[in-house]
């Protein structure tokens, strides 16, 4: 079952912030909301799990979002829903969040599915005022949320063991805020933390649950490819 909602005028959320300052004070009161105290979902529970990703046309200045669900054991999709609209806010590292959170929501909302968990491509704790989307996207929906990102962003890790499963902490000097998860021998780890209502242990529990044969989690391959081709049908 799929769903669009193809409104390229993108009206924004009254009072969605326009300046860095604006921005930054929103983080700021929103940090405080999010819970780090709960274990979350179990990676061996039957749930549904969904990856949200987005995708950019900056000369039009239009921002595509995909959110795919699925079957947390079998991996098959089970609903996928997009959303277009137009970027959000200026490109600002620490930020970024607020480019695409309106445009994701929209995608959110089109599932029938109810989620157990969302899968970000990007960060949660593990952001300079840990607060990345992972976190953001956590507090408005009240979902359990995690990041699984393609880099450590501006933290530094050990490199861990050879084998899937292998894994070091994330740090910001002495501060764990995530950790390098290897999922596939041989291949570069990547770097999950969490945003809302999951504990460390079960959103690297997930990442693992989540890839089959790829280095990133199937909700976020599923996610990408989709909202590459809801931005290429809007472009068109």
Same mark, same amino acid.
């Given at each position: ?20 300052? =604006? ?15 709960e ?28 959110a ?7 991996? =098959? ?7 277009v ?26 599932? $029938? ?24 996207? *956590? ?14 962003? $501006? ?5 861990? *063991? ?50 089959? *044969?790829?280095?990133?989690p199937?909700? $976020? ?16």
């Open positions: 079952m799929s769903h669009t909602s193809d409104d390229t005028s993108g009206t924004l959320p009254a009072g969605w912030p326009a300046t860095e300052a =604006e921005a930054t004070a929103v983080q700021d009161e929103l940090r405080g909301r999010v819970v780090l105290d274990p979350g979902p179990s990676p061996d529970a039957p749930l549904v799990v969904v990856g949200v990703d987005v995708a950019y046309d900056d000369e039009r200045d239009v921002v595509a979002a995909a795919v669900a699925l079957d947390s054991l079998t991996l =098959e999709v089970v609903d996928q829903a997009t959303a609209g137009r970027v959000a806010f200026p490109y600002v590292p620490g930020l970024l969040a607020f480019r695409e959170i309106p445009t994701v929501l929209a995608a959110l909302d089109g599932l $029938t599915a109810t989620p157990g968990l969302v899968v970000c491509d990007g960060y949660g704790l593990a952001h300079p005022r840990r607060f990345g989307l992972a976190s953001h996207l *956590g507090v408005l929906t009240g979902l359990p949320t995690i990041g699984v990102a393609k880099n450590p962003f $501006t933290f530094h890790h050990r490199e861990p *063991g050879p084998l899937r499963g292998d894994m070091t902490p994330l740090l910001d000097g002495e501060e764990e805020v995530g950790r390098a998860v290897r999922t596939r021998d041989g291949v570069k780890p990547v770097f999950v933390s969490v945003g809302h209502r999951v504990g460390l242990d079960h959103a690297c529990g997930f990442a693992l649950r989540l890839t089959r *044969g790829f280095r990133l199937e909700t $976020t391959r599923a996610a990408d490819a989709l909202c590459r081709a809801a931005l290429r049908a809007a472009s068109g």
